[in-house]
């Protein structure tokens, strides 16, 4: 499995947590960049992209999606967690009924 983040700090977090878990030992790789330059050099490479409270930190979430789908080996397989709808609402990728 591997971890990708832009922040250097949140990488040295990660690793930090993972050598609570000696089962985790070599099954985990970190690395310090962001998800659209990453693209440049895995893309295709992954089973699943993951995206986990990010992409209302990002300015061109068009542009950041498209980059974490192209990492993918096959379409669909990308989950997002955030905290706000609201971007979901205003692009109609989430319709909501009453």
Not at 20 to 45: C, F, M, Q, W
Request: some cysteine.
């Amino acid at each position: 499995m591997t971890g990708i983040d832009a922040s250097s700090d949140l990488i040295e977090v990660a690793q930090h947590h993972a050598k609570l878990d000696p089962s985790l030992d070599d099954r985990l790789n970190y690395i310090h960049t962001a998800a659209e330059t990453h693209v440049n050099e895995a893309s295709g490479k992954y089973d699943a992209v993951v995206s986990s409270e990010v992409i209302e930190h990002i300015h061109d979430k068009d542009f950041f999606l498209e980059q974490c789908v192209r990492l993918l080996k096959v379409l669909f397989q990308f989950l997002w967690c955030f905290l706000s709808y609201m971007w979901l609402l205003h692009k109609n990728f989430l319709s909501i009924s009453a």
